[in-house]
């Protein structure tokens, strides 16, 4: 059973910066992508970033040239850099595994909140 753990979210002010962080436990050699979404308040959970064990990412179109996603595979964790906050970047953003053989996993979420 793969388990994720997410931390990193606070409040900051618009321009900011701030970087999530994605733990990962359990069967992970099962792991295929990682991915962060997003829910806003509201709103339905939306792809931000998503990263492979090949190294291959891909991003929301907003988060395009602000965000990085990267991952440590020795310490199963993957990050996610964001610069240039923005107020509609607020949400709860959730770690999500996929991978062969298991169902989705996602964590518990971490709240990011960007004041203009």
């Known amino acids: 059973q793969v388990q994720l753990v997410e931390s990193g979210g606070g409040l900051v002010q618009a321009g900011k910066s701030l970087r999530l962080t994605c733990i990962g436990s359990?069967?992970?050699?099962?792991?295929?992508?990682i991915s962060w979404y997003r829910q806003a308040p509201g709103k339905q959970r939306e792809l931000v970033a998503s990263?492979?064990?090949?190294?291959?990412?891909n991003y929301k179109d907003s988060a395009v040239g602000r965000f990085t996603i990267s991952r440590d595979g020795a310490k199963n964790t993957v990050y996610l850099e964001m610069n240039s906050l923005k107020p509609e970047d607020t949400g709860v953003y959730y770690c999500?595994?996929?991978?062969?053989?298991?169902?989705?996993?996602w964590g518990q979420g971490t709240h990011v909140t960007v004041s203009s």
């Open positions: 359990g069967t992970m050699r099962k792991v295929n992508v």
């Open positions: 999500n595994a996929i991978g062969a053989g298991m169902r989705p996993i």
């Open positions: 990263i492979a064990n090949d190294g291959g990412t």
